[in-house]
């Protein structure tokens, strides 16, 4: 696990150095921005960390690692990171631009709640591309979810995610996953076709969470790629998606941070059980040790 992202790799060769000198700060700089934690975060570390290394006069580079870790998680803590899935039906929208892992997402998600025994049910919403509800659909099959299809090509989204609260609630199926599109012919279009879907599904039920899919790879630039969903689509939590070999698990600190939302899944593959909730602790263990 802790290979999964590099910043681990590079840090582990400053921290068996024999003591902290000047080359120490240098690479601890450059592994934090190669991880894209970005140059505002990096900065704050790096003199935080130097304030107390100063303050303790240490020269010993484990206590580095080890106060690096606690300057980490600290940052990490400021947000809850827990899902909100108490509601009967829970409805769960999942957002963001095309590509990104949505639809992979759902079904991962779906697989995940299963481990739980939640029943569930997902939305083909995405009614914009046809091969878009086959793509969930076989990713439904494999996370155990039951899926609500268009009754014809093109139907209005509003009405799939309707009809999918509407089969939740007949059957008493207790999560309900919602597909969405993420490119339309304009932004303001997707943002209209968004806030109908959930006025729409807000005449039968509250929605639980949003959760916007941001792709790790595309750093800061997917982060203003999606920039009118943030606006607009009323977020409540982000899923980091393509975090494996990405090399890129500063991201996860940058954008909680830039978007003030908490991260709420991350996403490390394609196969069905690469998804997991983001508990900080585990992932600051990841990235520094
Ligand atoms: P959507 O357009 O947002 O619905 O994106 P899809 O779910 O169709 O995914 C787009 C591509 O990203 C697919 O090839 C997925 O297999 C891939 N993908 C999604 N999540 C991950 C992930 O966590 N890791 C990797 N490596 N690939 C992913
Ligand atoms: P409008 O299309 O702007 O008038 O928005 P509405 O809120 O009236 O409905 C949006 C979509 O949700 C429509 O395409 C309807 O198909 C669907 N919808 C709304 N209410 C119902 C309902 O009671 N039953 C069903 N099956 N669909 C509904
Ligand atoms: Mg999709």
């Given at each position: 696990m802790a290979e999964r992202w590099s910043l681990g790799r590079a840090l582990r060769g400053m921290f068996v150095r024999p003591k902290i000198d000047d080359d120490t700060w240098d690479d601890l700089e450059t592994a934090l921005l190669t991880a894209d934690f970005g140059p505002d975060i990096t900065e704050e570390v790096i003199e935080d960390l130097r304030e107390k290394v100063a303050r303790y006069g240490t020269t010993d580079p484990a206590d580095l690692q080890r106060m690096l870790r606690e300057s980490l998680e600290e940052r990490f803590a400021?947000?809850?990171?827990?899902?909100?899935?108490?509601?009967?039906?829970?409805v769960v929208l999942v957002v963001g631009v095309n590509g990104v892992g949505k639809t992979t997402t759902i079904g991962k998600f779906a697989h995940f709640l299963r481990r739980y025994g939640r029943s569930i049910v997902v939305g083909a919403a995405d009614t914009f591309r046809a091969a878009a509800v086959d793509q969930l659909a076989t990713w439904a099959e494999r996370g155990g979810a039951a899926i609500v299809r268009p009754q014809q090509e093109g139907q209005d989204p509003a009405s799939v995610a309707f009809q999918t609260i509407t089969y939740a609630k007949e059957t008493g199926t207790e999560i309900v996953l919602v597909d969405t599109a993420g490119r339309l012919h304009t932004k303001g279009g997707l943002m209209d076709e968004l806030t109908k879907i959930r006025r729409v599904i807000e005449k039968q039920a509250p929605i639980s969470e949003v959760l916007l899919v941001l792709d790790a790879t595309t750093g800061q630039n997917g982060v203003k790629q999606a920039e009118a969903f943030l606006q607009h689509?009323?977020?409540?939590g982000l899923v980091i998606t393509k975090l494996d070999g990405s090399a890129k698990g500063g991201f996860v600190l940058s954008v909680q941070e830039r978007t003030g939302i908490p991260v709420k899944l991350l996403g490390q593959g394609e196969g069905i059980g690469d998804l997991t909730g983001f508990t900080p602790h585990v992932f600051v263990e990841q990235l520094v040790s």
């Open positions: 400021r947000f809850d990171t827990t899902l909100t899935l108490t509601e009967r039906p829970a689509a009323g977020v409540t």
